[in-house]
């Protein structure tokens, strides 16, 4: 009968009649297309915002070859063979375009002068024009080539400077020379033109003639600074380059591309489509509920009409027209209201101060969706809502004919239908217990070997089932509280139970709603605890060996210059109290107790290190009473070492997964060591070298974790002619690590202003890496502010959407049970009994949908800690997931006095008129 136009006209005509049911039914289903929608638009703007700071600042560039060991740069015959072995000529499927490049400093005035605008930290970058085309066929922007002294500056750096086409830009060369050039355009930053290096850290890009480039770079003629390479099938993998080069001892590959792409699927993107599956899970129940409870309501009218004739499925046809017109007029309006929504919560969480501080090292998220993508994700949303219509319209007049006409509830049953209803219910039950069983599982016991995509979606769908499994068994208890209790409970707790008894599925539609919402902000609190912390400045140093910033350097002469710089430069002299120089001995190590080889750092203990970075140790000899004496002892004896934490309380169980010792070792034990000259060498060969030392001592890490790994990994410390003997025989530095030594800078890293201007002055006069460990990590935490902020404002805007959905179902529950509140009036009982069934029953409702949330809240927030963090070396600890009790019961709080007073107001308006008033209009 949906074909028929008396269907959709006898649908229109009651969603008229009914005014009142039908606006707070639409009003119900338009919250749950809204939370959809909103939903889509915020993850959407997330995605859509790292596809587009890729396209943006990486375009075709997936991986920059570098030259391996000291080599300052390619010369232009190794470019070239390494180039002939692709762009369509060589055998490789990949294009390859030579580049100089140089760290500079950007100025819109040839003079200094305070007033006028300057750029620290931009990128430099020359290449061959008709090379350019080749490597970036769409863009049009190498079809003419750079003369000498035009350059090309992007939008976002030009407007900063204050800049357009014809304009002079200023850049520092290595002499200190400011060098002009010629503005030719300013075009938007994409791909070449906005390359901003491995990880876009610098903040503009000027694109400029090859000869100037290199002349900011100081490269000899002819030499190149680096080759960038891009796949030739976009179908191909950036993992890595996937074929043996005759050249590859001459570069070694960044994989600049897969770098990017993590920074833009990060874990906390995939939480924020987890909270999204929360909304499409409680707004499917949310609808439903509406659709049933509208269908109850229709129950007279269907029994009438079964009787003079009309088949079941006739009546539910009729009822299925109204229910998708319902549903329409729903999604219409929630998906209007969601992405008005959505794009004010992206505008305002990540357009603010926060998000605008962290955007030069974060990735800059606006509200943006593509046309395709905004129609696709809105026809998605609103088929989503017509399915759950029609599918819960099935349920319309599936009962008798007389008990339809006598105005019984669908979900009261015959004595056949209550057995029915009890074998379900012990099925739904032992699904539940298995659902949760696996929910436990998850939380204590599942350890997979890579948290991937498949993974993250498992504990998603497992998560969200334990919440309706928890909820599901707290309302049998309920249930069986009920029946046991009985007359005894008295009138109020008797009333308040047999109504949760009587509609199930509302009172687990009821229960759920407020689960949903304390799971999600439960949740929500406890990953947030685990992501800020993890890159908060304030967790662990935030320094190299204890200084807080460093120069590494490549060759004497870059030693030299940057020394000479920090004596003349007047900014540094300021920032900087005082430096040192060291030069870590990465050596390959055996121990006497086991079989493993591994790599580690050596570096010398010398009053100046000590005193300058302030090393400290975790645990000392008793032979010692203080870490001075300890440190003093291994200057004086060459006998004594201090090893690295790894090897502290560690090594009773063999790791798989990372090399480590097999014995226990303790502060004052000896420990044999054996060194090797050679990189590889076959099993069972014996060490080079054999020294044995006693333990001063196990040392605290006096860097930080990123720089740590890349320069002084595992380091350990020993007597200077210990360290000179290691470094002049068995030095062998790593594949990844071009540098020759450090130069260590104490200054005070919190200045993050001065951190700025003293890190662009070292790469501006030409240092090959300068860095301040605590400067990089608060950007680090900035962006991941930012992104949580957003994260926690969402999940606070869904969760008051859902109270908002829960308020209009509780007040649609109300208007069905008119009729039945007025004959108990007429019966005799009061008032005062009724209002205190209600609350209680709204109350009791609350408190066990708050406690399954909380419960759900909390197991799935610590397995995706656990899980994510599977991959954590044996002796690195893993971050706790800290619930924040006083926030949580605040908030528990404030949601079981919301849960009373959303029952409140219902009651109130309910039992305002008289009993023949309400009889009247439950009839009208």
């Known amino acids: 009968m949906l074909t028929r136009g008396i269907s959709w006209a006898m649908g229109s005509r009651y969603l008229r009649r009914q005014g009142r049911q039908t606006a707070l039914a639409v009003l119900a289903g338009a919250i749950g297309a809204m939370l959809l ?23 075709p560039i997936d991986w920059e070859l570098v030259p391996a060991g000291q080599e300052a740069g390619f010369t232009a015959e190794r470019a070239r063979e390494v180039a002939a072995e692709g762009n369509g000529e060589g055998p490789f499927p990949y294009r390859y375009l030579p580049a100089a490049s140089a760290t500079v400093m950007l100025y819109a005035s040839p003079e200094p002068d305070a007033e006028a605008a300057m750029l620290q930290q931009a990128l430099a970058i020359g290449f061959e024009a008709p090379a350019a085309a080749a490597f970036e066929p769409g863009s049009r922007l190498w079809d003419e080539p750079l003369r000498p002294g035009e350059a090309l500056l992007d939008a976002d750096a030009a407007e900063t400077l204050g800049l357009q086409a014809g304009d002079i830009v200023y850049a520092g060369a290595p002499d ?48 190149w600074s680096a080759i960038l390479a891009s796949r030739m099938n ?38 924020i489509g987890v909270i999204s599956l929360t909304a499409i899970f409680s707004s499917a129940f949310l609808l439903r509920q509406i659709v049933l409870m509208l269908a109850d309501s229709r129950a007279e009218l269907y029994g009438v009409l079964r009787a003079i004739g009309l088949s079941r499925k006739q009546a539910r046809s009729l009822f299925r027209a109204e229910a998708l017109l319902l549903g ?26 926060l998000g605008r501080s962290a955007e030069a090292s974060g990735i800059p998220i606006e509200p943006h969706l593509s046309l395709p993508v905004l129609l696709a994700g809105g026809a998605a949303v609103l088929l989503y809502q017509l399915l759950l219509v029609l599918a819960a319209s099935r349920l319309a007049g599936t009962g008798s004919i007389v008990g339809a006409m006598r105005g019984e509830s669908r979900e009261g049953a015959s004595a056949s239908g209550k057995r029915r209803r009890s074998i379900r219910l012990a099925v739904a039950a032992a699904a539940a217990c298995a659902v949760a069983g696996l929910q436990a599982y998850h939380t204590w016991g599942w350890s997979p070997q890579v948290a991937d995509g498949s993974v993250m979606l498992r504990l998603a769908l497992v998560w969200l089932a334990s919440a309706a499994a928890l909820t599901l068994l707290l309302q049998l208890l309920l249930q069986a509280a009920g029946s046991r209790l009985g007359a005894r409970a008295g009138a109020d707790v008797l009333l308040a139970l047999r109504y949760a008894a009587q509609r199930p599925g509302r009172t687990f539609t009821v229960m759920l709603l407020f689960a949903v919402t304390m799971m999600t902000i439960t949740f929500t609190s406890g990953i947030s605890s685990l992501i800020l912390p993890n890159s908060d400045p304030a967790r662990g140093p935030q320094a190299l060996l204890g200084y807080g910033g460093f120069v590494a350097y490549e060759s004497d002469s870059e030693k030299q210059d940057m020394l000479e710089l920090l004596k003349s430069d007047e900014t540094l002299r300021q920032a900087v109290e005082s430096y040192a120089h060291v030069q870590p001995t990465m050596a390959s190590i055996s121990l006497s107790d086991s079989s493993s080889r591994g790599g580690q750092s050596f570096v010398p203990v010398t009053p100046e290190l000590v005193r300058g970075g302030g090393w400290k140790l975790l645990e000392r000899s008793s032979a010692f009473a203080t870490d001075q004496e300890a440190w003093d002892k291994v200057m004086e004896d060459k ?38 000259k050679a990189e590889v060498r076959a099993a069972g060969q014996p060490p080079d070298l054999k020294q044995t030392f006693t333990i001063a001592g196990f040392a605290e890490p006096n860097s930080a974790s990123g720089v740590h790994t890349e320069y002084v990994y595992d380091t350990t410390y020993v007597h200077p002619d210990v360290w000179k003997q290691l470094h002049e025989g068995y030095h062998r530095p790593w594949d990844n690590q071009k540098f020759k030594g450090l130069i260590l800078l104490q200054l005070d890293a919190t200045d993050l202003k001065q951190d700025e201007e003293v890190v662009s002055r070292l790469l501006s006069a030409g240092a090959s890496t300068a860095a301040i460990p605590y400067l990089d990590t608060w950007k680090e935490h900035a962006s991941s502010k930012r992104l949580v902020t957003g994260f926690l404002a969402f999940t606070a805007l869904s969760a008051a959407i859902g109270l908002l959905g829960l308020a209009v179902l509780q007040r649609r529950s109300m ?9 108990l009036r007429c019966a005799g009982v009061p008032a005062p009994t009724l209002r205190r069934a209600f609350m209680l029953e709204g109350s009791l409702l609350g408190l066990l949908g708050l406690a399954a949330g909380w419960a759900a809240g909390w197991s799935g927030a610590s397995a995706f800690a656990r899980v994510i963090q599977t991959d954590l070396r044996p002796w690195e600890e893993p971050l706790r997931v800290d619930f924040d009790g006083w926030l949580l019961g605040g908030i528990l709080l404030t949601l079981s006095a919301l849960a009373v007073l959303l029952q409140a107001g219902s009651v109130r308006t309910a039992l305002r008129s008289t009993p023949v008033e309400s009889l009247r209009k439950a009839d009208a």
């Not at 329409?328 to 101060?353: C, D, F, H, R, T």
């Not at 208007?815 to 004959?823: G, H, P, S, W």
Request: charged share 25%; net charge positive.
């Open 639 to 676: 006998r004594y070492i201090v090893l690295p934490r790894s090897y502290k309380d560690f090594g009773v169980e063999p790791s798989a997964t990372f090399w480590s010792p097999e014995k226990l070792y303790r502060v004052g034990d000896t420990i044999e060591l054996g060194f090797f």
């Open 328 to 353: 329409l007029l729903s999604g219409l309006a929630g998906i209007a209201a969601g992405l008005a929504g959505g794009w004010g919560l992206v505008k305002a969480i990540y357009g603010s101060e």
């Open 815 to 823: 208007l069905d049970r008119e009729r039945e509140l007025a004959m």
């Open 234 to 271: 976009p179908a191909d993998s950036v993992l890595g380059m996937s074929f043996s080069s005759k050249q590859e001892g001459w570069y070694e590959t960044r994989f600049v591309k897969r770098k990017a792409e993590d920074m833009t699927r990060s874990n906390l993107v995939i939480l």
């Open 176 to 223: 200190g020379a400011r060098v002009g050039f010629k503005l030719r355009d300013a075009p938007p930053p994409s791909g070449l033109s906005g390359y901003r290096g491995d990880g876009a850290r610098h903040n503009a890009t000027l694109a400029l003639h090859p000869d100037d480039a290199r002349r900011l770079a100081a490269l000899p003629e002819g030499s």
């Open 37 to 59: 929608a909103m939903s889509l638009f915020h993850y959407g703007s997330v995605r859509e915002s790292g596809d587009r700071w890729l396209s943006r600042h990486f375009g």
